[in-house]
């Protein structure tokens, strides 16, 4: 199973950008789908996640700003991000776990996408 993730890019402050990520592969079921971030120095650190009922957990600093949502014909998940702070500035990286066909459950992470916000 594979991720593929696209979206991120160079933004303002107050801007928007949408990060997609796709999961590829032989694909049973997935459970869960996130977005994980990390800075220069700091942490990675869960941005958002939803679960395959819908049920969605953020990081309280994105709250009211961030949306995910996932289509689960296309085994995509989403991460909308509106009013951008400079301190959402990170290597973004998608995850998701769940089952394959053959082969067992997965936990497989994507290759990260740069979010720069400028002030």
């Known amino acids: 199973v594979q991720l593929q993730a696209s979206g991120g890019g160079l933004v303002q402050a107050g801007g928007s950008l949408r990060l997609s990520c796709a999961a590829s592969?032989?694909?049973?079921?997935?459970?869960?789908m996130g977005w994980y971030r990390q800075a220069p120095g700091k942490q990675r650190e869960l941005v958002a996640a939803i679960a395959s009922g819908g049920s969605t957990n953020y990081l309280d600093s994105v709250k009211g700003r961030f949306t995910i949502s996932r289509d689960n014909a296309k085994n995509t998940v989403y991460l909308q991000m509106n009013s951008l702070k400079p301190e959402d500035t990170a290597v973004y990286y998608c995850?998701?776990?769940?089952?394959?066909?053959?082969?067992?459950?997965?936990?497989?992470w994507g290759q990260g996408t740069q979010v720069t916000v400028s002030s």
């Open positions: 592969g032989s694909i049973f079921s997935i459970n869960f």
């Open positions: 995850n998701a776990g769940g089952n394959t066909n053959w082969r067992g459950p997965f936990d497989v």
